[in-house]
């Protein structure tokens, strides 16, 4: 089967693979001439170049004026000060969510936007949470999760249409609300009482709690949760653990507001 370029999946994934390939040798090497890559990963000198090319259209390489080399280009740059600035945020993050997962012994997960998802880039277990499933890097539905409604609450309503799809919203439980008036709702109720509250919702058997994090400035920064097993993280429970969680957030709140 092949997709719109008329490429098999395993080529198209071999293509990505050499492309990587071609990244490494040059930071190993400095530079490098197309020949020379093209040796290294046993590619005809046309291949080599065409991967080249396409990583230069991305400024992921650049051509050297005087020697007709390549060399890593300042897209590079750009995507590790982005993966730098998240690894810090994660860092800060990790030194509030192990505090916290261990008072509440439940599972604490911090949670950004990536795209259309919620992603979490830092987690911690408490001493209850055996079995838990880590969702570091997962990409979890903003409609069905705590931290996805506080993160929608957030968002310019005119950006809905670019992170939701059209129409229902997908079902992935019995739980799971797919009207986008009763999202619509939830989430205006989100951001009038600065937390939102699942039941079920992503997972059957998981219930969670999350609210905002805002660096110094009041710019939101991402979502602060905990989640545990619906038979003991029940509605009571989660709202002891409410006024715990806000303080946490706003103390990971000042620690972002420091990284600039």
Do not use: C
């Not at 092949?2 to 293509?15: F, K, L, Y």
């Not at 830092?122 to 999760?145: E, I």
């Not at 989660?238 to 620690?255: T, V």
């Amino acid at each position: 089967m092949s997709d719109e370029t008329g490429r098999t999946p395993a080529t198209g994934m071999q293509s990505v693979d050499r492309a990587l390939q071609a990244l490494d040798l040059l930071a190993e090497w400095g530079e490098g001439a197309v020949g020379e890559i093209a040796t290294a990963l046993g590619v005809h000198k046309s291949t080599a170049s065409r991967l080249l090319s396409t990583l230069e259209a991305r400024e992921l390489v650049e051509v050297t004026e005087d020697r007709g080399t390549y060399r890593l280009g300042f897209g590079i740059i750009r995507l590790a000060s982005s993966a730098s600035g998240q690894l810090q945020i994660a860092h800060q993050a990790h030194r509030v969510t192990e505090p916290l997962a261990h008072d509440v012994g439940e599972t604490v997960n911090f949670a950004i936007l990536s795209e259309t998802y919620a992603v979490n880039i830092d987690q911690s277990m408490g001493p209850s949470a055996v079995g838990v499933h880590n969702w570091v890097g997962k990409l979890t539905p903003l409609h069905a999760t705590s931290s996805g409604k506080v993160i929608l609450a957030h968002l310019p309503r005119e950006e809905w249409e670019t992170v939701l799809p059209e129409g229902r919203l997908v079902r992935l439980t019995p739980h799971t609300i797919t009207s986008r008036a009763v999202l619509e709702a939830q989430v205006d109720a989100t951001y009038a009482q600065g937390y939102a509250v699942t039941y079920g919702e992503l997972d059957e058997e998981i219930n969670a709690i999350a609210v905002p994090v805002h660096d110094l400035g009041g710019t939101f920064v991402g979502a602060l949760s905990i989640s545990g097993p619906a038979f003991r993280f029940d509605e009571p429970t989660i709202m002891q653990h409410l006024a715990r969680l806000q303080e946490a957030g706003k103390e990971l709140g000042r620690r972002v507001g420091h990284l600039g």
